[in-house]
């Protein structure tokens, strides 16, 4: 079975963990992201429910207008009810790590953390260390850096994803990343799958 670990658009491929902004019928994450802020308010209740796998995507953004530190506020208080929920959490990040950092540094959560779309190649050693999950996205199929970057990347902390890629599906993804892995199809399914299994207690695979 194919999983991808974060999506907008429903396509019933596999097991794929929609971006919600209500409760679904199938699995869901659900989270203010920092994109989203002036349009949503935060529904504790969606999170109690029995579909809701994590929450996010929530995050940091520094290429949009909102205040960081008004970012950092919504961030964080979405991250502690994560924890008291026992829930992953799936992470936006765009030009704020430091930030990030000291964030988890500072939280020690138990929960998981997984960075989405995951880019920033020469961070990858320092993520790994700081205990992130890194999800791959549809830029691996042009990306060269992070096409090099990948076997930097322990197979226990990788998933993957097309978050809103209309263009490319993910079972593509899954090619690209066997081929550049050198492993087999079946293999990545896997070791994807048991990382599903250790992150998202909560689900039972079928
Ligand atoms: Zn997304």
Request: aromatic residues 8%; hydrophobic residues 40%.
């Amino acid at each position: 079975m194919l999983i991808n670990l974060h999506t907008h658009q429903k396509k019933e491929f596999g097991l794929e963990i929609m971006h919600a902004k209500e409760v679904l019928t199938s699995p869901f994450s659900y989270g203010i992201a920092p994109f989203e802020v002036n349009q949503f308010l935060f529904n504790e209740t969606i999170c109690t429910h029995k579909n809701c796998l994590a929450i996010g995507e929530i995050g940091l953004d520094k290429t949009i207008q909102t205040d960081i530190n008004k970012q950092i506020k919504d961030f964080k208080s979405q991250l502690i009810y994560a924890e008291k929920l026992n829930l992953p959490v799936i992470i936006h990040c765009i030009k704020a790590y430091n930030e990030l950092i000291e964030i988890k540094r500072s939280l020690k959560p138990k929960q998981p953390w997984i960075i989405h779309g995951f880019r920033k190649t020469n961070l990858t050693t320092i993520l790994i260390n700081e205990g992130f999950y890194l999800s791959i996205g549809t830029a691996i199929l042009h990306d060269k850096k992070l096409q090099s970057t990948l076997k930097s990347i322990p197979k226990d902390r990788l998933f993957l994803e097309t978050d809103n890629d209309l263009n490319h599906n993910i079972e593509e993804v899954y090619q690209q990343v066997a081929s550049l892995k050198e492993i087999s199809l079946l293999d990545l399914k896997n070791i994807i799958s048991n990382n599903f299994k250790t992150v998202f207690k909560k689900w039972e695979i079928g």
